[in-house]
Structure formats: C-alpha cells, structure tokens
C-alpha cells in the first residue's frame, strides 16, 4: 500500500525548534517530488516546502524561508522538515504529499497534482 | 506567485448538481486538480489533469477548464460529498504548488 506518515509534532515556545519527519512506503521514494504542506486551525492548505527526488532541489515559502530546511535520506525512504525560530503563526497541521506531474498534448497544458497524503502531525506553538 | 480565487462556501440539495470554480491566471496554462478534505481528516486527491479521477472516486465527480476558470462538478451530490474542496495547480512563476482557499460544500 502507497502510504505517508508524518511524525515528530509537538509544542514548542517561539523561537523553539522541531524536527518533522515523514516516513514513506510502497513506492520508489526517490522517484517523486514530496511537498510539506500545512493547515492552520480553522484556515486552508497552504503550500510550505518542496524537494526534488534526489534532494539536489529545494523550494519554500517566503513564509518560512531562512527557517525551516526541507531534506530527504531516500536510502530510508524518509523525508524531513527542520523548524527553527517557530513563530505563534506557524502553528498547523502539517501534511507531507506526493507530487506527480502530467502534461496533456492535445492542449499543451502540464499538471501536477497530489496524489498521496500523510495523516497529519499537529504543531503548536506557544508559550 | 500566482493566486487561485474560490468561493468559500456553495450549497445543494441532495441528489442535485452542483459547481465549484476555482480562478487564477496559472489556469491559462496549468490544469487544476482538485482535493477533498473532511472535518479532521486529510485530503485527498478527486480530480486531476484535464478531467481525471483516482481509483475509488465515484464517477459523479468530473473536472473542466476555460481559460482561467477552472471547476468540479458534482453530477448528483450525496451527503457524503459534505467537505471542503480545494483546488491547487501550479505556480506560473515558480515551481511549486499554490492551492484555493477552499470552498466548503454543503448538502441540503
């Protein structure tokens, strides 16, 4: 079974650190895009990481950029997100997803979608 | 970035027909997919590309495109189809994913 698990949520103070992990199973882990994305209490998705299969490429949100840092060790089919200088605002939900990419020749129009979720890590932070 | 623009709630009646839209410039270029998400649960995938569905999801769900506007249709919605829909494509600038802001449906 294709499966994401995300792990490593917690409380932590402003201007703490967490560490989230995401464990990945039932496919070649290296061969995809995988995304962090997160979901404030009561609030939308929101798009906050990337990284490309082999981990050479990264992407963020100006939301979190300079703080948070996107890894992956795909001998342990694992990916990683490092939270430093946690703000009260960056208290969410935190999914990891699978990304795919398609491209339609007939209208020259490309996708990408996410097509596997994790369940969710909650992040709080507070004092 | 690019922004994509929804409606933040839609109601309709049991059985009936209902459409979700989703605009933004990165739409003239880029499909839309479309997720569902259910109060405490995570989302998942409905529609993607052009008008493509995962494995399991009911046929009553479809997918079009016009210019910037891109929408899920419910052909027959069920009380069970009571979630919150969100669409995302790509960026047009930049290389990532942006999502709506999500439209809760309601089934009457």
């Known amino acids: 079974e294709v499966q994401l698990l ?109 097509d596997v979720w994790g369940k969710g890590t909650t992040v709080t932070v507070s004092s | 970035s690019s922004e994509l623009t929804q409606d933040p709630a839609v109601s309709v009646a049991l059985g009936q027909t209902v459409r979700i839209t989703c605009q933004g410039d990165s739409l003239r270029s880029y499909y839309a997919s479309w997720s569902q998400q259910k109060p405490g649960q995570a989302p998942i995938l409905v529609i993607y590309g052009k008008n493509n569905r995962p494995s399991g999801i009911p046929d009553r769900f479809s997918g079009s495109s016009s210019g910037n506007t891109a929408s899920l249709t419910i052909t027959g919605a069920q009380a069970e189809d009571e979630a919150d829909y969100y669409c995302n494509s790509r960026d047009s600038s930049y290389n990532h994913v942006i999502f709506g802001g999500g439209t809760k449906l309601t089934v009457l």
């Open chain 1, 6 to 114: 995300e792990s490593g949520g917690g409380l932590a103070q402003p201007g703490g650190s967490l560490r989230l992990s995401c464990a990945a199973s039932g496919f070649i882990f290296s061969n995809y895009v995988i995304i962090w994305v997160r979901q404030a209490p009561g609030k939308g998705l929101e798009w906050v990481s990337g990284i490309s299969g082999s981990g050479g490429v990264t992407y963020y949100a100006d939301s979190v950029k300079g703080r948070f840092t996107i890894s992956r060790d795909n001998s342990k089919n694992t990916l990683f997100l490092q939270m430093t200088s946690l703000r009260v605002e960056d208290t969410a939900v935190y999914y990891c997803a699978r990304q795919e990419a398609g491209y339609d020749s007939s209208t020259y129009y490309s996708y990408y979608y996410l």
